[in-house]
């Protein structure tokens, strides 16, 4: 289920991950919460997603130059990070990184 987002970066990212199942969204604190079924996966905030990194995906993000979610000047999230353009603009590659972030 789809809360309504008003922002339409969220939105955007939202249909990209159409072939994504059980989908869902959350308000959370200014950001958008992404969610597979009960799993928390994602946030979108300022214009950027975030993925859940682990081990086996970090590096994905760490050699494309992405950076960990800075929730604020004093919190950074380091198993969230900002996904590539590149993979943003193309929904396959796009569902196929969330797939891998939810997955641990």
């Known amino acids: 289920m789809f809360r309504t987002v008003k922002n339409e970066f969220a939105q955007f990212i939202i249909e990209q991950l159409h072939h994504m199942p059980a989908l869902r969204t959350r308000r959370m ?3 958008v919460g992404l ?3 009960e799993k928390f996966f994602g946030i ?3 214009g950027r997603v975030y993925f859940k990194t682990h081990e ?3 590096v994905d993000y760490i050699s494309a130059g992405m950076g960990p979610f800075r929730a604020s000047d004093t ?3 380091v198993n969230y990070y900002e996904v590539p353009p590149d993979i943003i603009e193309n929904p396959d590659e796009l569902s196929r990184w969330a ?3 939810i997955q641990f």
């Open 29 to 31: 604190f200014g950001s």
């Open 35 to 37: 969610y597979c079924g």
């Open 44 to 46: 979108i905030s300022a």
């Open 56 to 58: 086996k995906n970090r």
């Open 75 to 77: 919190q950074t999230l």
């Open 99 to 101: 797939g891998k972030s």
